[in-house]
């Protein structure tokens, strides 16, 4: 990021900038329509706005609490010069994002994340446009073709592989479930396998989402807000962004392309196990425009592989923290599972289907602490009015899930609480129709995500394995006594830092999702004819993958 010391003409940049914005300010003023007023909000300092003091941590809170004080569930504020609107309600979302979607599915531009970084292959933040079209519907449809085929294969076999991992090394929960979701991705997009540690492809994903992580929000560099600068040279003074663009860029790069020349290979000799790749390359070949849509197919999987991975790890380990600490819980969904599947196997796809109290723990996580409490920003496209306020075109529109998802008046009272019950009816035998699935966990509109319902069934899978496998207890201090977690979480997708010493930047995506803060905890397995079936059910899995 360019530091401010390196801008030793950047005092006369901004002033030029400050003014610009300050006389369009001026004359939107006034042409806007009808004079109606924009969303209430803070309005922070002139022209610059809430630069200075938009909220770092946990924002999403922030902007609820602004809700309740200007007594609107859509509000606003700016940031140099860029008019922000936060929606806090399942109404407002579902009125702009739902049903007025061909006006709110376009994304802010992301200079820094799309034409430096070259993340412009990933329709997740493409503009609404006919190759985002293409892209989503391509994603839709293979998404449904593995939902039919292979996802319970693919989900069992890397479930059978935690269970075998957790038993060996429990203290080591964390990387297995991230080993859990990089090897069920990449089986079902490439019909790749990965190794239990230090995997290539895992790598590459860490370091081409670290790169989207910091930019991939609301405007997170400097040349985000002016754009022209992403014309300067590298060697140029406060150009650092540009060499660090450079290097994420690789590994942009490098995502979109590794796994599907190896699939590729595979398939050109015939050796590929069903996946996205192998069902792509079967139907496109021989097309007289097979060249183009191996690349949209090479797009595709790449979002496929980068956006599955850390938003089900923050889920499942959302679902241990809320293990540890509700005992109670974790007894009853044992219970639960134990009727339905018995003492003498796994869980299958089938056995669980038929739990409720299963259902209602998943949603709950999904509910309690969501994935990305602020959902990918949205753009306007042109001008809108709603409930009596003007929202101009080209405005970022960001949903905050986290407060719609403590909404008392959907899911019921004390929303801070975990209560797998608030989604079951009275006697606890069927999921409550009255009470929503926590859907806008995963984005909102068009925009929502085509992968969610994987998602699910994996999350399904994993937490039915590890309740039937083992208890989930908090870890011992030195003396002995319980150590029992905080409820404390990353801030996720949303980060402001204003300019310091050594940062001249705009809102920074700290990290793509929001995290559990490191716990320890431990996992007790539940019988010694469990420990024998995980250990010869995850050997056998091993057997087939090597």
């Not at 007025?100 to 599915?105: D, E, G, K, V, W």
């Not at 391509?138 to 073709?145: A, C, D, H, S, Y």
């Not at 219970?335 to 196997?345: E, K, T, Y």
Request: proline share 7%; aromatic share 10%.
């Amino acid at each position: 990021m360019p530091a401010i010391s390196d801008f030793s003409w950047w005092p006369i940049e901004l002033c030029i900038t400050v003014g610009l914005l300050g006389v369009t300010a001026f004359l939107y003023r006034r042409i806007k329509p009808g004079h109606l007023p924009y969303p209430p909000g803070p309005k922070g300092l002139p022209v610059v706005g809430m630069m200075l003091s938009f909220p770092q941590d946990q924002p999403w809170i922030k902007f609820k609490e602004w809700s309740k004080e200007y007594g609107s569930d859509i509000i606003s504020l700016k940031v140099l010069g860029k008019r922000i609107v936060v929606l806090n309600s399942h109404a407002t979302t579902q009125e702009l994002m739902t049903k007025r979607s061909a006006i709110y599915s376009d994304r802010p531009d992301l200079p820094m994340l799309n034409d430096l970084q070259g993340w412009n292959w990933n329709f997740g933040f493409m503009r609404y446009n006919v190759t985002w079209k293409e892209h989503r519907k391509l994603l839709t449809r293979e998404v449904q073709n593995t939902l039919a085929n292979s996802a319970q294969h693919y989900a069992i076999s890397a479930t059978r592989r935690l269970l075998g991992s957790i038993l060996i090394s429990p203290e080591n929960y964390a990387a297995h479930l991230k080993h859990l979701t990089g090897y069920f991705t990449l089986s079902i997009a490439y019909g790749l396998d990965i190794k239990p540690s230090g995997d290539p492809y895992v790598a590459i994903a860490d370091k081409a989402n670290e790169g989207l992580a910091k930019a991939g929000s609301l405007p997170s560099y400097l040349v985000d807000a002016i754009p022209s600068l992403k014309y300067l040279p590298e060697w140029f003074p406060g150009a650092k962004f540009k060499r660090d663009a450079r290097v994420w860029a690789k590994f942009a790069r490098a995502l979109r392309e590794d796994g599907f020349r190896i699939a590729k290979e595979r398939y050109v000799k015939g050796i590929i196990k069903p996946c996205v790749a192998s069902r792509g390359l079967e139907r496109i070949r021989g097309d007289s425009d097979q060249e183009d849509q191996e690349e949209n197919l090479k797009s595709v999987l790449g979002v496929f592989y980068s956006a599955g991975v850390d938003t089900s790890v923050s889920a499942l380990a959302t679902f241990v923290l809320a293990m540890v600490l509700h005992p109670e819980v974790q007894q009853t969904a044992h219970m639960a599972i134990l009727q339905a599947v018995g003492h003498d196997r796994l869980p299958e796809f089938d056995d669980i289907q038929s739990v409720p109290y299963l259902h209602a723990v998943v949603r709950e996580v999904l509910r309690w602490n969501p994935v990305i409490p602020m959902a990918i920003p949205h753009a306007t496209t042109t001008d809108d009015v709603y409930d009596g306020y003007f929202i101009p075109k080209g405005s970022t529109v960001v949903g905050n899930a986290w407060a719609i998802l403590r909404d008392e008046t959907i899911f019921g009272g004390d929303t801070h609480l975990f209560k797998p019950e608030r989604f079951l009816t009275e006697d606890g035998s069927i999921l409550n129709p009255a009470v929503p699935n926590p859907e806008m966990a995963f984005g909102f509109g068009r925009r929502a995500c085509p992968g969610r319902f994987l998602a699910y069934r994996l999350l399904l899978i994993t937490t039915a394995s590890l309740l039937h496998s083992f208890e989930i207890v908090k870890a011992k201090a030195k003396d002995g006594t319980d150590i029992s977690p905080a409820v404390a979480y990353t801030t996720g997708m949303i980060r402001f830092v204003g300019p310091s010493a050594d940062n001249m930047s705009g809102p920074l995506t700290e990290s793509r999702c929001s995290f559990p803060k490191p716990f320890a905890c431990d996992f007790k397995v539940r019988s010694a004819k469990l420990r024998e079936l995980i250990l010869e059910t995850s050997k056998a899995v091993e057997n087939r993958t090597s």
